[in-house]
């Protein structure tokens, strides 16, 4: 990891979850992360928390569905940072509605922000690593490509309108927490320049002092 420290990482999301999660490692590592999210003032308290790490995080509302925002924010790193290194593209909602029953401003809102922030980040970002023929550059996704996590310990399923009752049924299943998701995404940047891969995470399972598999 020490060739990223000191560079620019832009992590979309940072507010909450798997994203805060991924902020936080890469502070440690020393970079420079910029935190996107609506919710800013959770980014801020974050980046009050890790102060004392070599990297820092810097707090920056933006809602990414909104093109305006997106260019506004990649405008500032350009500004104040410099050009983007590494961007996770993070922030993403999902819905308890399915395509059977769900209204289609549901599906609109998930559109809008999963596919087409995610679109708009990216696009802004390589436009930036252009600019300095960056050649290492990383964009990490959290979602159903690259990094593919299984269920996750998150304020996501809350979010999405998830029932209590159900969220009951399932909660002694082993779950991941948000952390081995940012391990995961340590792991990829670590990796020499050449490999290029695609990730699947499910479960943890965790065992007894026997090896027999315990519930979380
Ligand atoms: N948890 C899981 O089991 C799981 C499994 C597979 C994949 N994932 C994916 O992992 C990613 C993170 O999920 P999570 O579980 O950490 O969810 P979470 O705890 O609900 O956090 C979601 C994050 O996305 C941000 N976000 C949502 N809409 C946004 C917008 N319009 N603009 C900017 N930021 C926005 C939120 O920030 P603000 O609300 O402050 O804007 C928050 O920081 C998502 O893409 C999700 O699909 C999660």
Request: hydrophobic share 40%; proline share 4%; with cysteine.
């Amino acid at each position: 990891m020490k060739r990223w420290s000191g560079r620019v990482a832009v992590v979309t999301g940072a507010s909450a979850g798997i994203g805060a999660a991924i902020a936080e490692e890469l502070v440690k590592k020393g970079l420079k992360v910029v935190g996107l999210a609506r919710r800013v003032e959770r980014v801020e308290e974050n980046a009050k928390l890790l102060r004392s790490e070599p990297g820092k995080l810097h707090p920056l509302r933006c809602d990414v569905s909104k093109e305006s925002n997106v260019k506004e924010a990649f405008k500032w790193v350009k500004s104040n940072l410099g050009v983007v290194d590494i961007l996770v593209n993070n922030a993403g909602v999902c819905d308890f509605n399915n395509l059977t029953d769900g209204p289609p401003e549901k599906w609109r809102n998930i559109i809008d922000i999963n596919v087409l922030g995610l679109s708009m980040c990216t696009r802004e970002a390589i436009q930036s690593m252009r600019e300095k023929a960056v050649d290492d550059g990383h964009i990490i996704n959290i979602n159903r490509y690259s990094i593919s996590p299984g269920a996750v310990k998150t304020e996501i399923a809350e979010a999405s309108g998830v029932p209590k009752e159900i969220l009951e049924q399932y909660k002694d299943n082993p779950i991941m927490e948000a952390k081995d998701i940012a391990d995961s995404v340590m792991y990829v940047l670590g990796t020499p320049p050449h490999v290029q891969m695609s990730l699947g995470l499910s479960h943890v399972r965790k065992y007894d002092d026997d090896g027999d598999f315990k519930k979380l």
